[in-house]
């Protein structure tokens, strides 16, 4: 190879490191060297990394999932519908529909970090003769309720950001155990989102979060995947299967695809998949379901438990 090309090639794989810079290990076990205060971040999943990080106050110049102009590519605006006023102004840049980034967009933001899951761990030497790239876990079964948040907050030496975030919601929870408590015949809840089938929702989300701060604990189901390390948001069970179960509290969700959320949505896929279930099932019958949107509670963040606790504060306040 002559000797200009491979000066070429060895400048197009070099890894980049930051002028100023300090050494972390990721969750998959790699070694970075992240910038001691990056300004110019990139996410590779808005939802799970973006969201956590303008909870803390953070912005974020790019995301998967949106074009050149910030605008969304997908169906939902998870961060508007759990941000409210709270998220960002300006609008994260575009890098690529889901699955397909596009490396010349991503180069073109000049990012000082790159964050993505343990999910892009194939990718991640490619992306590093870009920016630094950090990977954290997301997976159920890896962490649970709102860690992401709290990792990243370590992460980005935001910890005082985090606390200032959790101390009004941890006072909410105070407030709430007590009558969470007395209103239900256990502490076991279900959490399910319905799609063309019924699926059992991971632990990963300020949802799951809110309920076991609030004393709750999931419905064992044997043979569930859903906890599994590393599985996705969601795992199906059968019909049959959900209409045997009685949790204390029964959480349900529509597809976060649908534009229709609410108790009318939800019961109208349910009565597709499993007819009569909510003449059979108990909780159905002695109202003790909590209807959640998904695009509000489902995000690793402290926002997403505190949209939960609103959402039980209300269910509290329809039983008297």
Same mark, same amino acid.
């Given at each position: 190879?002559?000797?200009?090309?491979?000066?070429?090639?060895?400048?197009?794989?070099?890894?980049?490191?930051?002028?100023?810079?300090?050494?972390?290990?990721?969750?998959?076990?790699?070694?970075?060297?992240?910038?001691?205060?990056?300004?110019?971040?990139?996410?590779?999943?808005?939802?799970?990394?973006?969201?956590?990080?303008?909870?803390?106050?953070?912005?974020?110049?790019?995301?998967?999932?949106?074009?050149?102009?910030?605008?969304?590519?997908?169906?939902?605006?998870?961060?508007?519908?759990?941000?409210?006023?709270?998220?960002?102004?300006?609008?994260?840049?575009?890098?690529?529909?889901?699955?397909?980034?596009?490396?010349?967009?991503?180069?073109? &933001?000049?990012?000082?970090?790159?964050?993505?899951?343990?999910?892009? @761990? =194939?990718?991640?030497?490619? #992306?590093?003769? /870009? %920016? +630094?790239?950090?990977?954290?876990?997301?997976?159920?079964?890896?962490?649970?309720?709102?860690?992401?948040?709290?990792?990243?907050?370590?992460?980005?030496?935001?910890?005082?950001?985090?606390?200032?975030?959790?101390?009004?919601?941890?006072?909410?929870?105070?407030?709430?155990?007590?009558?969470?408590?007395?209103?239900?015949?256990?502490?076991?809840?279900?959490?399910?989102?319905?799609?063309?089938?019924?699926?059992?929702?991971?632990?990963?989300?300020?949802?799951?979060?809110?309920?076991?701060?609030?004393?709750?604990?999931?419905?064992?189901?044997?043979?569930?995947?859903?906890?599994?390390?590393?599985?996705?948001?969601?795992?199906?069970?059968?019909?049959?299967?959900?209409?045997?179960?009685?949790?204390?509290?029964?959480? &349900?969700?529509?597809?976060?695809?649908?534009?229709?959320?609410?108790? @009318? =949505?939800?019961?109208?896929? #349910?009565?597709? /998949? %499993? +007819?009569?279930?909510?003449?059979?099932?108990?909780?159905?019958?002695?109202?003790?379901?909590?209807?959640?949107?998904?695009?509000?509670?489902?995000?690793?963040?402290?926002?997403?438990?505190?949209?939960?606790?609103?959402?039980?504060?209300?269910?509290?306040?329809?039983?008297?």
């Amino acid at each position: 190879m002559p000797l200009a090309r491979l000066l070429t090639f060895c400048l197009s794989i070099a890894i980049a490191v930051p002028a100023s810079a300090r050494p972390v290990t990721d969750d998959t076990g790699r070694s970075v060297n992240i910038p001691d205060t990056p300004r110019r971040i990139v996410v590779l999943h808005e939802p799970l990394l973006g969201i956590p990080l303008m909870d803390l106050g953070v912005e974020i110049i790019g995301a998967y999932g949106r074009g050149d102009a910030g605008e969304l590519l997908s169906a939902v605006d998870f961060t508007r519908a759990t941000l409210g006023d709270g998220a960002q102004s300006a609008l994260p840049r575009g890098i690529g529909p889901f699955g397909n980034i596009n490396i010349e967009r991503l180069r073109a &933001l000049e990012p000082d970090l790159i964050i993505g899951t343990e999910y892009d @761990a =194939a990718q991640a030497d490619l #992306l590093s003769t /870009i %920016a +630094p790239v950090y990977l954290q876990n997301t997976g159920s079964g890896r962490v649970r309720g709102f860690e992401v948040e709290s990792d990243l907050a370590g992460l980005l030496k935001r910890e005082k950001a985090l606390e200032a975030r959790k101390a009004p919601y941890e006072a909410r929870v105070d407030t709430l155990t007590d009558e969470v408590t007395n209103a239900l015949p256990g502490n076991r809840f279900l959490a399910v989102i319905v799609h063309d089938q019924i699926n059992l929702v991971g632990n990963t989300s300020g949802m799951v979060q809110a309920l076991e701060d609030l004393g709750l604990k999931r419905e064992d189901i044997e043979g569930s995947v859903s906890n599994a390390p590393g599985s996705n948001f969601a795992a199906p069970i059968s019909a049959e299967l959900f209409m045997q179960l009685d949790p204390a509290l029964l959480v &349900l969700m529509n597809s976060y695809m649908d534009t229709a959320q609410g108790e @009318a =949505a939800v019961r109208a896929r #349910l009565d597709r /998949i %499993a +007819p009569g279930w909510d003449r059979f099932m108990k909780p159905a019958r002695e109202g003790r379901i909590l209807y959640l949107d998904p695009a509000q509670v489902t995000s690793p963040t402290v926002a997403s438990a505190e949209h939960t606790l609103t959402a039980i504060s209300d269910w509290l306040s329809a039983q008297e």
